[in-house]
């Protein structure tokens, strides 16, 4: 009986979610902009409602009482208390005039910071970043305590993550990539066809539907719009909706912005419709989300073989397009690897280092002794050592992401948990099908789908990210299967 | 300070029926079809809230004890106060479970009717009418007394109407129609032009667009799209939606859908924004609301001179339309008077002999001894009566209207008092400014919208729906001005 009281509360509280979900998509892709003002109100009016159920004293009774006695449960109920129980904590020991602060120091840092990145500014905007960091701090000192202060961070966003277990996943994966990007910055440079010709926008949205429902979306139950940055959504049972943007010069952004979003997409169609609304019908992670975009947005779609299914639909919208262009061709031009400034333009090898980089800064912001002031001085650093090349102003340096104005530290490392997470998950799926290239080439593409259903997505917050992963794969996350399979793409499109 | 905490409750009831409001936007325009079950779900547990807060023993004391000292207020408290004691007086008295019956005997109702509609079999769905006449006659038990019981049902939908206000006014009205009617019948046969062509969604859309503009929607503030039933909502300050149709073998079914919905854009746009979310910042009622949308749709958009200034905005949309067709013609097509089954197809008379129609029949079923069963023998006589039509099946008869399956009683008649309201508003108009006919055929129409910003939108809900239009126009509301305005508009057409 108060297993039902309890999920009753906690679905008012998916509920209140669900429709900030909704009204966020709304705000980012259909709502006129004179009504920002309202719709922030509503918002900010929702998670203040959202977040007196989330942390009632009836909350916190209900889950004390069914901790008295969770050996009665099943396991999935035993994973809504365990969910439930964290998110109330975490809640909790965070006082309303914090939350409140953040809040406010959050929106402000968002203006400055992209006022000073217009501006090229990096010292208009470290005062509040110094603020921003303080309330991080002072976050750290609510929550509990982490082996070290950025754990605390790290957990935030991706349950269980800590520096011990990042430290060596990462350090070999640095040597790796390194390692790698020398090995193609020394082969020979492949030429790659220019495209010189307008990509009409109706033609990329058909071609990309296409793409969309072969991997599995299901627009019975989703839809597609135009957004200045794609993202997806899962809003409730049969409403999972996606993003992309259009660029009339060149095909691919379009092309693997709705492959990523479809990818997140389909881990929220597959979640369990009978768990919805609580944390057992939910999507674990940021770095586990991450994986499922990234698995069919580069393993799948980043290869020969999906061109050569692919290439023909491709050519259906676009009459025009050079014939002399085969998959091969297409593969290399979304291929391409560049060390540049710019992590959200990166490739699949220097991408990781982009992150690592922020990784290892906040880890000296929060566990060392890094003064806001000298980031700059410490970025330019070690983008010379990693990337040889000089950052010539902090707005394609340091002040390139949003995420930290939005107080927002302890979020990239699952960007790389994401790849990582993908690669290896993909070569369990090598070792299951006979010839997965072969099914890619001649979309087969649903057995892959189903693999995925079963071992993720079916899965909601039953596990851990890295249970989950190493459920789902027989081993312990490592870098291994990326740093593997980056060798051999790379090695097979520049010859080493 | 009581009256501070009396806004803030008002205001919550007011941020949900928002989110109500905007997740119904989404359902009709944007949903995926197998998100519906998920979205009433989250729709009635909003319902819910929504009426928590509204009866809630908080709202009731804040009520009354500003009640106490009314005369402190000023007019716009004032307003506040006397409409929120209205809706709480109303949404208290009916008690859940009766509330929850007639969710659920509506819901079922509008299934069994379209099902019987579509099978042409009235005996399907008269006993479930049955059902829901009874419950309207419940509701009536409940609410404050009329004069008549069908007086309780016409104040739910339009405050302060009665049989005694309409009776004569409708009696009128339906002399005048028909010999309006007759005039027409008798009149020489006019030679209206075959639209043999084409009409593509995208020029409808486009020119659509220019003439919503050009009324003065602000599309900063708004947006328009596509749904089956075309549709316009007031979601917050600076966020207005309508939508229309398309049908690609005659544009004016779009274009007269846009100008109506525009119309009700318009109001809502002009609502006063220092008073958003309260009684005081909302439109006053929906025979109100309805002369808004049918004054721009009809006494502007239904006239050669709106022709004269849209016709080369159209020829420019669609350079193939026949060069032939002048400003007159087009608004001879525009302006087709045929006596025919189905009121959402008639013209500007035959459509309130329609309405009359209904409301003598509804006046009969609950101020009468009229039967359910016998609807359809009674529908069919009046209606070979009045519009000497012979009805052939129940479907284009007595079942052709969603209205009553919702349990809808007494909503009909204030569809003609928008047509009343709209013709004594333009007569205002006219005499306010020294040649209107001009002004439209010159694309002056901003003075236009500024006159009905001025003596409607801004007044919100000051003041009941006659008091408003007789402060507007100096007169109490009656049929004449729109008998004025038909009699001349068609004189002219057919030469009579």
């Known amino acids: 009986m108060s297993y039902e009281n309890f999920i009753g509360e906690v679905k008012t509280v998916s509920r209140i979610q669900a429709i900030q979900g909704q009204l966020g998509w709304d705000q980012q892709v259909m709502m006129p902009p004179n009504g920002a003002n309202a719709r922030a109100d509503t918002l900010a009016w929702l998670s203040g409602r959202a977040h007196e159920t989330l942390t009632s004293k009836k909350m916190g009774d209900l889950i004390s009482e069914l901790e008295k006695n969770i050996s009665?449960?099943?396991?999935?109920?035993?994973?809504?208390?365990?969910e439930m129980r964290r998110t109330f904590d975490k809640s909790t020991k965070l006082p309303a005039e914090f939350i409140e602060k953040v809040t406010k120091t959050r929106s402000k840092g968002m203006g400055v910071w992209a006022e000073a990145r217009k501006n090229n500014d990096f010292n208009s905007f470290s005062p509040l970043l110094g603020e921003l960091v303080s309330l991080a701090r002072e976050k750290i000192s609510y929550l509990d305590k982490g082996n070290t202060p950025y754990d605390t961070l790290l957990d935030d966003y991706e349950v269980g993550l800590t520096v011990e277990y990042l430290d060596p996943l990462f350090a070999e994966l640095k040597e790796g990539l390194i390692e790698?990007?020398?090995?193609?910055?020394n082969a020979k440079k492949q030429q790659i066809s220019k495209l010189d010709m307008t990509f009409p926008v109706k033609n990329q949205e058909a071609f990309c539907l296409k793409i969309s429902e072969q991997m599995g979306f299901d627009f019975n139950s989703g839809r597609m719009d135009t957004s200045s940055h794609p993202f997806s959504?899962?809003?409730?049972?049969?409403?999972?909706?996606?993003?992309?943007?259009?660029?009339?010069?060149?095909?691919?952004?379009?092309?693997?912005?709705?492959?990523?979003?479809?990818?997140?997409?389909?881990?929220?169609?597959?979640?369990?419709?009978?768990?919805?609304?609580?944390?057992?019908?939910?999507?674990?992670?940021?770095?586990?989300?991450?994986?499922?975009?990234?698995?069919?947005e580069n393993q799948i779609g980043r290869t020969e073989e999906f061109w050569k299914y692919s290439l023909p639909l491709f050519q259906n919208e676009f009459p025009d397009f050079p014939k002399d262009i085969d998959a091969a061709q297409m593969n290399?031009?979304?291929?391409?690897?560049?060390?540049?400034?710019?992590?959200?333009?990166?490739?699949?090898?220097?991408?990781?280092?982009h992150i690592i980089l922020r990784y290892e800064i906040e880890k000296q912001l929060f566990n060392g002794t890094l003064d806001v002031n000298d980031l700059p001085k410490v970025w330019n650093e070690m983008f010379k050592e990693w990337f040889?090349?000089?950052?010539?102003?902090?707005?394609?340096?340091?002040?390139?992401?949003?995420?930290?104005?939005?107080?927002?530290?302890?979020?990239?490392?699952?960007?790389?948990?994401?790849?990582?997470?993908?690669?290896?998950?993909?070569?369990?799926?090598?070792?299951?099908?006979?010839?997965?290239?072969?099914?890619?080439?001649?979309?087969?593409?649903?057995?892959?789908?189903?693999?995925?259903?079963?071992?993720?997505?079916?899965?909601?917050?039953?596990?851990?990210?890295?249970?989950?992963?190493?459920?789902?794969?027989?081993?312990?996350?490592?870098?291994?299967?990326?740093l593997k399979y980056l060798n051999e793409k790379y090695g097979r499109i520049y010859g080493f």
């Open 332 to 353: 290399l031009i979304a291929n391409q690897v560049e060390p540049s400034f710019i992590r959200v333009e990166a490739d699949e090898v220097t991408y990781n280092l």
């Open 388 to 482: 040889g090349l000089d950052v010539e102003d902090d707005s394609t340096g340091v002040l390139q992401d949003i995420h930290w104005s939005m107080g927002a530290f302890g979020y990239f490392p699952t960007y790389t948990l994401g790849n990582l997470y993908a690669a290896q998950l993909f070569e369990s799926m090598k070792n299951e099908f006979e010839n997965v290239n072969k099914m890619i080439e001649e979309g087969n593409w649903s057995p892959l789908l189903n693999w995925l259903r079963e071992h993720i997505h079916e899965k909601g917050r039953l596990y851990n990210p890295s249970d989950l992963i190493e459920n789902a794969t027989g081993k312990k996350p490592s870098s291994a299967p990326f």
């Open 72 to 82: 009665k449960l099943d396991e999935d109920q035993k994973t809504n208390v365990i």
């Open 180 to 185: 790698i990007l020398n090995k193609i910055m």
């Open 233 to 296: 959504i899962g809003i409730s049972v049969g409403d999972t909706r996606i993003t992309t943007r259009y660029d009339e010069n060149e095909p691919f952004s379009c092309l693997y912005a709705v492959m990523h979003e479809t990818g997140h997409g389909l881990y929220e169609q597959g979640l369990p419709n009978e768990f919805a609304l609580t944390p057992r019908g939910t999507a674990i992670s940021l770095g586990v989300h991450e994986s499922q975009s990234r698995l069919w």
